[in-house]
Each structure stands twice: as C-alpha cells, then as structure tokens.
C-alpha cells in the first residue's frame, strides 16, 4: 500500500476505479470481451436508442439461470420499445407446471407476468409466445433453489450512495435510481466474496465456483441468484484496504470516463450496494438497467456551464482511458453519451481554452468499453486554473430507424484553481453531505472552508452557511428552510459543486 492513499480500487462491469485503484452552452440543464456483446445494457449501450419502427421488436431473452429467491416477475426486456406499443401487442407467458399467467406487468420495457406466490425448488420451463409477429416462442429455465434467503444486513451503504448518484442525476435531468433489495444481496455477497478470496479469484468482477462464497460466474448472474427480473446489469465497485466515507466513493466514481458513463446512464432503472472490510474489502454497487422512453439526446459531463472543476485527475482506473496512463496526471475527463444514437462514426472532438487547442485524448465509440453511441476525452495535461473551456463534438449518427445524420455537441465548463473535487449528496431532511477529495487519489481535504449558496438568476451567489470539512473531507449540514432552485458549495480555491435541491 502506498503511504497518504487508501488503497482502492474502482472496477465497472462495463468499466471497473486500483492503491487507490479505479477499476472496472451554459445555461444549466434542466432538473428533473462482453458476453452480452451489442446488448441492452451498461457494458455496450449501443441499444440505449430510444425509438424503433412500428412492427419490430428486440427482445433479450434471458438465459436459463439459478436463483436462491424466487422471482417475483417472469418475463423479458425489450429494446427501445414504448411501454403504449408493447400493451397493444398480444404476448402469453406460460410457466410450465403453474397456472397460466397474464403478461399484466409492462415496466421500462419489461413485460411479464407477476407470480401469484413464489415458485418451490425445482426447475421450470418458461414459454413466452408473441402471437402477431413470425418469430419461435422463447423459451428458458429457472432453477429455484432449496435453503435460507440471505437477510438484508444492515450498515450497508446503499442508501448514501443511492443519494448521492441521484444528487447528480437530478441536477443533469435524469431520472432517478432506485434500491432495489435483490441487487443489495447480490452486491453484498460478491463484496463479501472478494473479500474472502480476494481480488484475483479470478478477477474483481468475475466469481469461480472453486471458492467459498461463491454466488455466479458474472455480475448478471448474481443479480438473476438474487432475484432481480433480467439480465441487463451492470456492476462497479471499489477495492480498498482502508474503508473510506461513502459520501466520498460516488465523487471518486464520476471522476472518470467508464464508471460515469455506467452510472449517468439514461437507462439506470435500480442501484444495490453491498461492501466489505480487511485486506480485500470492497464496495460493490450492482446496477439494473430498463427502458426509458423519455431519453435524452446527450448526456455530457461536466455538464453544460458547470464551475469549480478540477485541474487535474490522477488516472487510477482500470480499464485504462489513457493507455498507459495509469497513475499519471491529466486534464479532467469528459464523457459524451447519445442515449438515442445506435452508431457514432467519423466522431471529431475538439477542446478550447481561449480559442486555443487543447491536446487530448480520445476514447472513440465502440473501442475498448465504450458503447457505439459514446465518446471519452481526457485532456493529455492538467487543465489551467480558474479557466472557461469549451467542448466540441461532432460525428455521424444512425439511428435504429436506420436513418443518419450529423450531431454536434458544443458546451462550456469551468475550473478552479486546484485538483480538489467537490460532490453533494442530498438526504432527508433538509441534510446536506459536502466531500472534498483530491481528484483520482480520493485522499480527504480535511480542514477546508466551505461556502454554500444559493444560485441566483445570471449565476447571482447568496451565501447561505459557511463551515469547514473535517478530518474525512467531510461537511455535514442541515438547512431548515430553504427554496428550491440550484445550490453550490464552493471552497477557497474557487473548486464548487453545483446541484438542484427541492422538489
């Protein structure tokens, strides 16, 4: 372990942050090798396109599968199907060896059938036939399993972190996530099972049934053990030898390029988290993913006139954005995703500062972990403090319709002057959680001072409290009244955090 870092590492399936390790236009916005290759899903969003033509359909039908808990909805996940048009078509879903049950359960493109009670061990063949479409019925098995349902531990993080991704989701617009308890028992057995085995048995993502502990191969199969509906899942975590506050995990999270683009996803239906301590401890969050019908037509971060970024990102994850970049400094990361788009080609990127070029790197879609309808940037050197930058983006884009056209994104941020990052995270009620970590290693910046204000029109600051991080990097306040619009903490380097708080 390296002297002043916790020794953590943020992994993704999809992308996992490793001593600490990472696996795995202003105006503001509006509030409110895989083996699933071109899959629904966080490891490929290719298919997060929004719309298909009338007529066509894109199941997944999922594997056959164990679970320990019997599932609670049967059915499959379609692509880019609006929940109007699913109702109108004729689907039958039969459960051999149990009474025929109704598709009655239409949700962000699942359709299925609710069970009526929980199916006893044994293995059962599920049949799901579309009447008006010239396709084989699917078919697959579920094998329910004797013995104890694990009960849900208590401690475990997922509430923090689930408040502090949607304290960035709201303030982007995106929908919210929600816990769901069957990926809480899948990601706190994995975690318990890393760190039982530790991190290369044989990799953070991946489970051997040669160890103890053992729940699934992948993340999917864990989460179906488990009992969540489908196999469109994701998986992030973080290794660490000396557990950190997890108001502090979700920043060491945004600030990269594959873990991001896993968690800012438009899809995110449902986040669980589970974690563990001693050597190989770890944090794990598994994420379920559904179809959104109200997708956005890019999501960027930094975000559209955000201030206060940081200079600079130290490279700790893994997969590597920057090929051979680990441990090194750059510019902090930008990531472009166009949750609508099938295929980005001829993509062109371009960085500003002063109308002055900035050298990066670029992630292309569709290389590495990215989806074809992604793009990652990581400026080559730390970015000049206190410095408005602008971000172009162009390429080609076909659409599942099958029709193409050129997109262009162009949008400002800002940084302050040093590499601390800022996060918020929002709980009830009223409660406000500031951290301040260096960007990339994660170390706390203990003892710094603190503003929160209130944002006004024309970017217009009222402050509203004022107060210091502690030994954690951690500012814990509670506003009794407040009004809602956008809020920001700022610290006396110039690095903030903005974010939308109120209903």
């Given at each position: 372990?390296?002297?002043?870092?916790?020794?953590?590492?943020?992994?993704?399936?999809?992308?996992?942050?490793?001593?600490?390790?990472?696996?795995?236009?202003?105006?503001?916005?509006?509030?409110?090798?895989?083996?699933?290759?071109?899959?629904?899903?966080?490891?490929?969003?290719?298919?997060?396109?929004?719309?298909?033509?009338?007529?066509?359909?894109?199941?997944?039908?999922?594997?056959?599968?164990?679970?320990?808990?019997?599932?609670?909805?049967?059915?499959?996940?379609?692509?880019?199907s609006?929940?109007?048009?699913?109702?109108?078509?004729?689907?039958?879903?039969?459960?051999?060896?149990?009474?025929?049950?109704?598709?009655?359960?239409?949700?962000?493109?699942?359709?299925?059938?609710?069970?009526?009670?929980?199916?006893?061990?044994?293995?059962?063949?599920?049949?799901?036939?579309?009447?008006?479409?010239?396709?084989?019925?699917?078919?697959?098995t579920?094998?329910?399993?004797?013995?104890?349902?694990?009960?849900?531990?208590?401690?475990t993080?997922?509430?923090?972190?689930?408040?502090?991704?949607?304290?960035?989701?709201?303030?982007?617009?995106?929908?919210?996530?929600?816990?769901?308890?069957?990926l809480?028992?899948?990601?706190?057995?994995?975690?318990?099972?890393?760190?039982?085995?530790?991190?290369?048995?044989?990799?953070?993502?991946?489970?051997?049934?040669?160890?103890?502990?053992?729940?699934?191969?992948?993340?999917?199969?864990?989460?179906?053990?488990?009992?969540?509906?489908?196999?469109?899942?994701?998986?992030?975590?973080?290794?660490?030898?000396?557990?950190t506050?997890?108001?502090?995990?979700?920043?060491?999270?945004?600030?990269?390029?594959?873990?991001?683009?896993?968690?800012?996803?438009?899809?995110?239906?449902?986040?669980?988290?589970?974690?563990?301590?001693?050597?190989?401890?770890?944090?794990?969050?598994?994420?379920?993913?559904?179809?959104?019908a109200?997708?956005?037509?890019?999501?960027?971060?930094?975000?559209?006139?955000?201030?206060?970024?940081?200079?600079?990102?130290?490279?700790?994850?893994?997969?590597?954005?920057?090929?051979?970049?680990?441990?090194?400094?750059?510019?902090?990361?930008?990531?472009?995703?166009?949750?609508?788009?099938?295929?980005?080609?001829?993509?062109?990127?371009?960085?500003?500062?002063?109308?002055?070029?900035?050298?990066?790197?670029?992630?292309?879609?569709?290389?590495?972990?990215?989806?074809?309808?992604?793009?990652?940037?990581?400026?080559?050197?730390?970015?000049?403090?206190?410095t408005?930058?602008?971000?172009?983006?162009?390429?080609?884009?076909?659409?599942a319709?099958?029709?193409?056209?050129?997109?262009?994104?162009?949008?400002?941020?800002?940084?302050?002057?040093?590499?601390?990052?800022?996060?918020?995270?929002?709980?009830?009620?009223?409660?406000?959680?500031?951290a301040?970590?260096?960007?990339?290693?994660g170390?706390?910046?203990?003892?710094?001072?603190?503003?929160l204000?209130?944002?006004?029109?024309?970017?217009?600051?009222?402050?509203?409290?004022?107060?210091?991080?502690?030994?954690?990097?951690?500012?814990?306040?509670?506003?009794?009244?407040?009004?809602?619009?956008?809020?920001?903490?700022?610290?006396?380097?110039?690095?903030?955090?903005?974010?939308?708080?109120?209903?």
């Open positions: 372990m390296r002297q002043g870092r916790h020794h953590v590492v943020e992994r993704a399936w999809c992308a996992a942050l490793a001593a600490y390790v990472i696996f795995a236009v202003a105006p503001m916005p509006v509030p409110g090798a895989s083996v699933f290759p071109k899959q629904f899903g966080p490891y490929d969003t290719a298919f997060q396109q929004g719309y298909e033509p009338s007529n066509i359909i894109s199941p997944i039908v999922p594997t056959s599968y164990s679970a320990i808990v019997s599932p609670h909805i049967v059915g499959m996940q379609f692509l880019a609006a929940e109007t048009n699913l109702q109108r078509d004729h689907f039958t879903i039969q459960i051999q060896g149990e009474p025929p049950g109704a598709p009655n359960v239409f949700w962000n493109g699942l359709v299925g059938s609710r069970l009526a009670q929980p199916l006893d061990p044994g293995t059962y063949r599920v049949i799901f036939h579309i009447a008006d479409f010239d396709m084989n019925s699917p078919t697959w579920i094998t329910v399993r004797g013995g104890a349902v694990p009960r849900h531990a208590r401690g993080p997922t509430a923090t972190l689930l408040a502090s991704l949607n304290t960035v989701r709201q303030t982007l617009g995106l929908s919210p996530a929600h816990q769901n308890l069957a809480d028992r899948a990601s706190l057995a994995h975690a318990q099972y890393l760190s039982a085995n530790g991190f290369a048995a044989p990799s953070f993502h991946v489970e051997s049934s040669a160890h103890a502990g053992f729940t699934g191969v992948n993340p999917w199969n864990r989460d179906l053990y488990f009992g969540w509906p489908t196999p469109e899942t994701g998986e992030v975590g973080v290794e660490w030898s000396i557990p506050k997890t108001a502090t995990v979700m920043s060491d999270l945004i600030d990269t390029v594959f873990h991001r683009l896993c968690l800012l996803s438009g899809n995110l239906e449902s986040v669980g988290a589970g974690s563990s301590s001693g050597p190989n401890g770890a944090v794990v969050m598994d994420l379920g993913y559904g179809y959104r109200n997708l956005p037509h890019v999501i960027v971060y930094p975000f559209a006139g955000q201030p206060g970024l940081p200079t600079s990102w130290t490279d700790i994850e893994s997969p590597d954005p920057v090929r051979g970049g680990y441990d090194h400094r750059y510019g902090y990361p930008i990531t472009v995703d166009y949750p609508t788009v099938d295929q980005l080609s001829q993509v062109r990127v371009q960085v500003l500062a002063d109308d002055r070029p900035v050298p990066v790197v670029v992630d292309p879609p569709g290389v590495g972990d990215l989806g074809d309808n992604q793009v990652g940037v990581v400026p080559q050197h730390p970015l000049s403090p206190c408005w930058y602008e971000v172009q983006i162009s390429g080609r884009a076909v659409f319709s099958g029709t193409s056209r050129v997109v262009t994104t162009d949008w400002k941020f800002a940084t302050g002057a040093s590499d601390q990052s800022l996060s918020a995270t929002l709980e009830p009620v009223h409660h406000l959680v500031v301040d970590v260096v960007c990339g290693s170390v706390p910046c203990s003892d710094q001072p603190l503003t204000y209130r944002r006004g029109a024309h970017g217009s600051l009222t402050p509203i409290a004022q107060g210091r991080t502690n030994s954690d990097g951690l500012w814990d306040i509670t506003v009794k009244k407040f009004y809602p619009g956008y809020y920001e903490v700022m610290s006396r380097t110039k690095n903030a955090v903005v974010f939308w708080w109120g209903g």
